[in-house]
């Protein structure tokens, strides 16, 4: 059976990349690959520390990645020729596949941030590779700076788990009246915990953020909850992701920045209002027809929670599984490995 390997900082956690690595796991196993994990963090078939987000690669680093990667008929990058988060990962692993057959498959290309707006060496590129994005706006950008990349948006699964709400708002202490406000990110700057908070204290609910904090927020976090003026939960889900969505009555999601935001579609189709923030990608998502509120207009949710409209939230359903399901994910990554010859 061919081999597919996917690589990456971290793999089999929480984070957004994470759960698009496993998505894409499952459509190559259906493809017939056999796919093993390769990253510096998580629960993985093999652990390479030197990928990791803080490390520092040591001089195995580069042997340990070439005997990883020594049996793969194909490998998947995810992220990690793209983010500068580990830049002498990124070159080793760059150099590994040279004339190798590979997607590199990007998210957060450095250009989109302004901390790593000087790093011009990402992404790589080679003739034996396909670049994959998350999103239009960021194919346009690999045009502008001559690199052909396909779009393959990310796909999920159109009839999920529907969750347990009683349970788990119990397992909060969350009343059977009161308002809650799901935040469902790890807590890091462009995910505008402020705006959240703020959104919840207007709204008259309580806020309850599912992830930890990182990438040194953690000080500033603290700071923000305890001058809260509503009710703050800070925990992960004492259950599965599906128990958060319905265990909440509304979905916050202001972020400045995301390279997609999978929770506006999560809560699309778990049947739950969201309020999405107007970064780019958002907008792009917005066209497709999705009906999400503004994090400044708190009326216009109070209004829908006072009296739900489902319509509104068939609509957006109904458009998450047309155009974000998970067949549609593999179907179009299916046609890229066909055309390039690297289907079993």
Known sequence: MPRCAIVSFRLGLSDGVSIVASSWARALTSFGFEVVTVAGEGPVDHCVPGLGLSAAPSGSTEAAVSDALADADLVVVENLCTIPLNLPAARIVARTLRGRPAVLHHHDPAWQR??????????????????VTINELTRREFEARGITASVIYNGFDPDPPSGDRANTREL????GGERLLAHPVRAIPRKNVPGAVRLAEQLGATYWLVGPAEDGYEDALDVLLRGARCRVIHRRSPGTMSDV???ADAIAFPSTWEGFGNPPIEAALHRRPAAVGHYPVADELR???????????PAALTRFLDCPD???????????VEHFSFDRMAAKLHALLHEAGWLP
């Open 114 to 131: 302004v901390q790593f707006a000087e790093v011009t060496e990402l992404p790589p590129t080679d003739p034996a590779w396909r670049h």
């Open 287 to 297: 066209a497709f027809g999705f009906e999400w509120f503004d994090p400044d207009d």
């Open 310 to 320: 489902d319509a509104l939230l068939t609509r957006n359903h109904t458009i998450a």
């Open 172 to 175: 909060l202490d969350v009343a």
């Open 245 to 247: 969505y319905a265990a």
